[in-house]
């Protein structure tokens, strides 16, 4: 990885402003007498409150609970955040993934690139459309693919690229356009991590062929579960939103909307994917907040850079040149000659109350990958058998982010 990060001139807030947490219900386990041992400081906490409790309540007392108008409502909502023509809420960023090969007519005998340095899910949908999953490795500095990463693997047999923003840090998506128009395939953004941020100044998924996103309590804003495709073709929209209703015609929603029956067909195989309106009313809040959360998790991740900056043997991520990363997670690499290893650092943490992470996974490393087949993938090993990710949510205090340094520091002999 790079040089430590340190805050932009543009940064919403900088850790010399660090602002007081935001105030938010006190958690049962961050509660204690004032003899007790320190709360354990958890790795991620999702910012909810009143408002999304009430807009649940709102859809339930409606009487719409199912697929329905606050569905929509967050399709547009949302597309129109991230620039995109057309948003398609499903049941988690998986489906969404899955969905997006499907709209390609990806199958058997085609290749995927993937990096394995992600989530399983990333690899997993490749194989639902029975094409065939190829891992490239990923540059150290944001552990996301690049052209070379991807050329390095790619066969006559490609036919898609699914790039990552991994933990938040935006790849750059201008580069891997311009090699995928040369190569002709089709590039997928998994934005699972990345909404909040951005690329040249413009969301991350902008401009993208097809993008997934997802809404998972670890990502920066939450439905609980549920997912997002965008894309800017209307006839892939209108595909999408067929196949994650089975494959009818008209959605429920439409047909309880009509004054007059309506009999549903089933044009192709389709399936059960859909989001619910009481999630997409959470999602509705949960997007209204978006600004202020990227915010308070980027005043947070300058501050801990500021602190470990004198740490010996620790790279904090960091934003690359061509965006700016939400810090969705914020995890760092240990130099290989670290006094410790990193499960014995996490060790370490957990006995001093403190939630933290291993990094991101290789996937191929993985026994659901057991004898599928990789080039050599030496960063992708190294970030994944050296990195942490260390606590980071909207009310975390300095008091935490200290005990949280004070480990690290402590092992690192500094």
């Not at 057309?86 to 969905?99: D, F, K």
């Not at 085609?110 to 490239?136: C, H, K, M, Q």
Request: aromatic fraction near 6%; proline fraction near 7%.
């Amino acid at each position: 990885m790079s040089a430590p990060y340190s805050a932009p001139d543009d940064a919403p807030v900088s850790a010399q402003a660090f602002p007081a947490a935001p105030a938010a219900p006190a958690s049962p386990d961050r509660l204690r007498a004032p003899d007790a041992a320190p709360p354990r400081i958890p790795v991620m906490v999702p910012w909810l409150g009143e408002e999304e409790a009430q807009a649940a309540a709102d859809a339930v007392l409606s009487g719409w609970v199912a697929q329905g108008p606050r569905v929509a409502a967050f399709e547009r909502a949302f597309a129109e955040r991230v620039g995109a023509e057309h948003g398609i809420a499903v049941s988690s960023c998986t489906t969404a993934l899955h969905l997006a090969l499907i709209a390609l007519d990806l199958g058997p005998g085609d290749e995927v690139v993937v990096p394995s340095l992600s989530f399983i899910a990333t690899a997993n949908a490749v194989r639902y459309v029975g094409a065939r999953p190829v891992f490239a490795d990923v540059e150290e500095a944001t552990g996301n693919l690049t052209p070379a990463t991807v050329d390095a693997v790619r066969t006559p047999r490609t036919k898609a690229v699914l790039a990552v923003h991994q933990g938040g840090v935006p790849a750059d998506v201008h580069a891997l356009r311009a090699a995928c128009a040369d190569w002709d395939v089709a590039l997928v953004e998994d934005a699972a991590c990345g909404i909040g941020a951005t690329v040249g100044g413009k969301s991350v998924g902008q401009g993208a062929l097809l993008a997934a996103w997802s809404f998972h309590p670890r990502k920066v804003i939450t439905t609980g579960e549920g997912g997002m495709l965008t894309t800017d073709d209307a006839q892939w929209a209108e595909r999408l939103r067929r196949l994650r209703e089975h494959g009818m015609n008209v959605s429920a929603a439409q047909r309880h909307a009509s004054s007059k029956p309506i009999v549903e067909s089933y044009l192709e195989v389709g399936y059960n994917y859909r989001m619910t309106d009481i999630q997409a009313a959470v999602g509705l809040v949960q997007l209204g907040r978006l600004d202020e959360i990227v915010a308070r998790r980027r005043a947070l991740a300058a501050r801990y850079a500021e602190l470990l900056s004198e740490v010996p043997g620790l790279r904090p991520v960091r934003d690359p040149g061509h965006g700016q990363g939400n810090f969705q997670s914020y995890w760092v690499l240990l130099a290989e000659d670290f006094p410790v290893g990193r499960d014995e650092l996490l060790a370490l943490l957990s006995e001093a109350g403190i939630s933290a992470r291993r990094g991101i996974m290789a996937s191929h490393l993985e026994p659901a990958y057991a004898g599928h087949g990789a080039a050599p993938l030496p960063v992708t090993e190294r970030i994944s058998r050296d990195s942490l990710i260390l606590p980071l949510f909207h009310t975390m205090t300095q008091d935490e982010q200290d005990r949280v340094v004070a480990v690290l520091r402590e092992q690192a002999g500094g």
